[in-house]
């Protein structure tokens, strides 16, 4: 558009640096790093009880919620036998349910099968250091940790989840360089345009196209926007009911505000931070804003 049609362009990028995801990833691995740090680090120690017996407990926790066809209880020298017999569709290649076609589902199984078969060896056997030990179980001590201390940490830490979404960007910007893409004129984050994003909520709201929740969040309100004689699902119509896509965008927050939503279809745009999120103020309440959610 510049070199050809000789357009004067300000490339401007938006870096949406506080979603969901890196939410709880950087939050969980806060947590280890502390739990090491806490528990001799990750050096060439062996592995002490007190490690071993958190590592357990995840384990527990993690088959409870992540292969719940296994027994309660089952312990990590049973795991083997019992997994495959609560699971050998899935091992097999096949749909967990009979006459299924395999996809997503099964997927994330063998994943998680994957995981704790790891955790499960690493535990019978713990005489590596406590570096390797760590490499073999993080995958079940992350979400571990995090359900037990997630919500103990300061919503005002907002520099726990910075330094991922960082990392994440240099990354971005590292593989845009090396495919030739230009570097933006300007980068705007999220996280740095509060302000003015409570100030553009609380216009679509005096607008009539936003209300608030009881929990304190705000959500788009499509229908009287479409009644407002606008178009909403114009560019992409075959995703406007999309369930899935709705899930994906929403997070966390989609199951746990359906049904103070005036219709399903509607979307949040500022997110009410539940213990161990980071928040900024608001006239709603101590939240973020969302702009991940925006399904047709």
Do not use: C
């Not at 609560?86 to 099964?106: F, K």
């Not at 726990?160 to 979404?165: E, N, P, V």
């Amino acid at each position: 558009m510049r070199d050809y049609f000789g357009f004067q362009i300000k490339f401007v990028l938006n870096i949406t640096d506080i979603d969901d995801k890196i939410i709880l990833r950087a939050r969980q691995q806060h947590l280890l790093v502390r739990f090491k740090e806490d528990h001799g680090g990750q050096g060439d120690s062996p592995v002490s009880r007190p490690v071993l017996d958190t590592t357990l407990a995840a384990f527990s926790w993690y088959i409870q919620h992540k292969l719940p066809l296994l027994e309660p209880g089952t312990e990590p020298r049973t795991f083997g036998t019992k997994v495959f017999e609560a699971y050998q569709r899935v091992l097999d290649g096949s749909a967990l349910r009979e006459g299924d076609v395999p996809g997503e589902n099964e997927a994330k199984l063998r994943m998680s099968i994957t995981t704790a078969t790891s955790a499960a060896k690493a535990i019978l056997a713990p005489v590596t250091t406590l570096s390797e030990f760590y490499k073999q179980t993080e995958d079940v001590l992350l979400p571990y940790l995090d359900a037990i201390h997630g919500s103990s940490i300061d919503p005002q830490s907002h520099g726990i989840f910075a330094s991922l979404a960082k990392k994440y960007e240099t990354r971005f910007f590292e593989d845009m360089e090396r495919l030739n893409v230009l570097t933006p004129d300007v980068v705007t984050r999220v996280s740095e345009y509060m302000e003015q994003m409570v100030s553009f909520v609380e216009k679509i709201i005096s607008n009539g196209f936003g209300y608030t929740t009881s929990d304190g969040s705000v959500y788009f309100d499509i229908d009287a926007f479409e009644k407002a004689g606008h178009f909403y699902a114009r560019l992409e119509p075959w995703n406007r009911n999309d369930k899935q896509l709705q899930a994906d965008g929403e997070g966390a927050l989609s199951k746990a505000t359906a049904a103070l939503k005036r219709n399903d279809s509607d979307f949040a745009l500022w997110k009410a931070s539940k213990p161990g999120e980071p928040s900024w103020p608001s006239p709603w309440s101590s939240g973020r804003p969302d702009g991940t959610s925006n399904v047709p």
